[in-house]
């Protein structure tokens, strides 16, 4: 729409003494921002040197019912930008009036981020990795090795940068804490959603090749697609037997 009803003027000209911004009143009466400045132009206000002196003005003090909304709105979970946002104001403003109610916003913050993460998957612990499996691996121990793998490992290959990923979920610690113990290698994580359970992962591309050149002879499910990913990650990177 093109012209403004003489209610829209109206109620234009009363939002806008009331401080609203041009951007918000637009967007509240569905016209566009230019139908809105023109006019307030032949209105006689310029909206120019409004929007620099309402920039220049800045409050210095919470008003009784600003202070009641803050105290609602943060113990409901609000964060002090959104606060701030919403009652026009500062975020200085609104953070020094919760410092002088006596609420640490700094450790309040910190609580609110931890049970935030508190849900995701935590790093458990990490091996002293230096990108090569160790060479100390018996035969008979690749073998059983590849038999969990078969079994109860995934290899996925991401779709975005095409690099793979080798993950074993099990419940408890013995086994995750063998395998870092004997490969030297990979990182145990909690699985998310799953109480008690846990991944060891090897993410490093060299170490993955590696992993699988020795796995592949007593690899059975999995054979076919453990070829593919060595043949992938040699042409991918110039690898060979070489570099084992």
């Not at 139908?35 to 120019?48: E, P």
């Not at 009652?87 to 609104?94: E, G, K, M, S, T």
């Not at 790093?123 to 018996?138: E, G, P, Q, W």
Request: with cysteine; aromatic share 10%.
């Amino acid at each position: 729409m093109s012209v403004l009803t003489e209610q829209e003027k109206r109620l234009v000209l009363c939002e806008y003494a009331l401080g609203i911004s041009i951007t918000n009143i637009a967007r509240k009466a569905h016209h566009h921002i230019h139908y809105i400045s023109d006019f307030l132009r032949t209105s006689g206000i310029d909206v120019k040197q409004e929007r620099y002196a309402r920039r220049k003005v800045r409050r210095r003090h919470i008003t009784d019912e600003e202070a009641i909304l803050i105290r609602y709105e943060y113990s409901k979970g609000m964060p002090v930008e959104k606060i701030a946002r919403k009652l026009h104001c500062r975020y200085a403003l609104v953070s020094n009036f919760l410092w002088q109610s006596g609420i640490d916003i700094a450790k309040e913050r910190a609580k609110r981020i931890g049970d935030m993460q508190r849900g995701r998957p935590k790093l458990y612990i990490t091996a002293d990795n230096n990108r090569k499996i160790s060479a100390l691996v018996t035969v008979a121990q690749w073998a059983y090795i590849a038999g969990i793998f078969d079994g109860e490992g995934c290899l996925r290959q991401d779709n975005k940068w095409g690099n793979w990923r080798v993950t074993i979920t099990q419940k408890g610690d013995a086994l995750h804490e063998w395998l870092l113990s004997v490969l030297g290698v990979g990182t145990i994580t909690e699985k998310y959603g799953h109480a008690g359970c846990k991944d060891f992962r090897i993410s490093a591309q060299k170490e993955i090749y590696q992993f699988l050149l020795r796995v592949q002879p007593y690899c059975i499910v999995k054979r076919e697609k453990v070829s593919q990913a060595i043949i992938h990650l040699e042409g991918k990177y110039k690898w060979g037997c070489q570099e084992t």
